[in-house]
C-alpha cells in the first residue's frame, strides 16, 4: 500500500489502479439547476470547462452559482485508472483530481469570467493539497477543451502571477493541460453542498482579485 508520501506523488500508470470499465450512475437532472442534465446531450450551443480546485463540492457550488452557467457535475479526471471510486481516489493511486465540470451559455458568461471564478476561489499556489486537504486528488488544474481555451487558461495564468506575488504568494503551481476523460463520482457527491448546506467545504481563495474576466 502506499504511505502518505506517496498521495502526494501522482502513481505511474504501471502503479496506478486498474478501474473498471462500468460507468458510475448519476442522477439525470441537476439538483439546483432543475431539469438541466448531469450527462450528455447538452443544450445546443453551450460549451464545456472542466477545473479542479480542492474538494469538490465547495468547488461545484461556486460554478452553479455563477450567471451564464447552465450545469455541473463532479468527477475525476487527469489520472489514470478508468471509472474510479471516491475511495479509490482518495488512496492516491489512480493520479485522478477532483473535478467540476462546467456547461455554460457563452452568450451569457465568457470562458474568461469562468478562470477568474477558478482563480479566486483557491490557492493555486499549495501544490498537492488545498487547505488541511493533502493529496494529488487536491491539485490545482485547469483542463481544457480546444485551443482558444487552452490559451486563454495560460493567458490568465501569467497575468495573476504577479498579482499573487505582490501579495506575498509562492508561484503558481496549476497544471494545464487539453482536457482528459472525465469519469462523474458517485450520485451522492453530485450537487452535494445544495444536499447537505451545512456540509464540509474546505474552499477558501486568496482574496487576491484576478485581472482577467471582467470586462469582454
Not at 452568450?107 to 478562470?115: D, N
Not at 493541460?177 to 452535494?192: D, G, I, M, T, V
Request: hydrophobic share 35%; charged share 15%; glycine share 12%.
Amino acid at each position: 500500500m502506499f504511505g502518505s508520501h506517496k498521495k502526494l506523488t501522482i502513481p505511474s500508470p504501471a502503479e496506478a489502479l486498474p478501474g473498471r470499465t462500468t460507468r458510475m450512475k448519476v442522477p439525470r437532472e441537476h439538483f439546483v439547476h432543475r431539469g438541466a442534465p448531469l450527462e450528455p446531450p447538452f443544450p445546443e450551443g453551450s460549451q464545456q470547462a472542466l477545473f479542479g480546485l480542492g474538494c469538490f463540492w465547495g468547488a461545484e457550488r461556486k460554478f452553479w452559482q455563477a450567471p451564464g452557467v447552465l450545469t455541473t457535475a463532479v468527477g475525476y479526471a487527469a489520472g489514470h485508472t478508468p471509472n474510479p471510486t471516491y475511495d479509490e481516489v482518495c488512496s492516491g493511486r489512480t493520479g485522478h483530481n477532483e473535478v467540476v465540470l462546467v456547461v455554460f451559455d457563452p452568450a451569457q458568461v465568457t470562458y474568461e469570467a469562468l478562470l477568474k471564478v477558478f482563480w479566486e476561489s483557491h490557492d493555486p499556489t499549495q501544490g498537492m493539497r488545498q487547505g488541511n486537504d493533502r493529496g494529488t486528488q487536491y491539485r490545482s488544474g485547469v483542463y481544457t477543451y480546444g485551443d482558444d481555451q487552452h490559451a486563454a487558461a495560460l493567458a490568465s495564468l501569467r497575468a495573476f502571477q504577479p498579482k499573487l506575488q505582490a501579495a506575498g504568494y509562492g508561484p503558481i503551481t496549476t497544471e494545464v493541460l487539453p482536457a482528459p476523460a472525465f469519469y462523474y463520482a458517485e450520485e451522492y457527491h453530485q450537487q452535494y453542498l445544495a444536499k447537505n448546506p451545512g456540509g464540509y467545504c474546505g474552499l477558501g481563495g486568496t482574496g487576491v482579485t484576478c485581472p482577467v474576466g471582467v470586462a469582454q
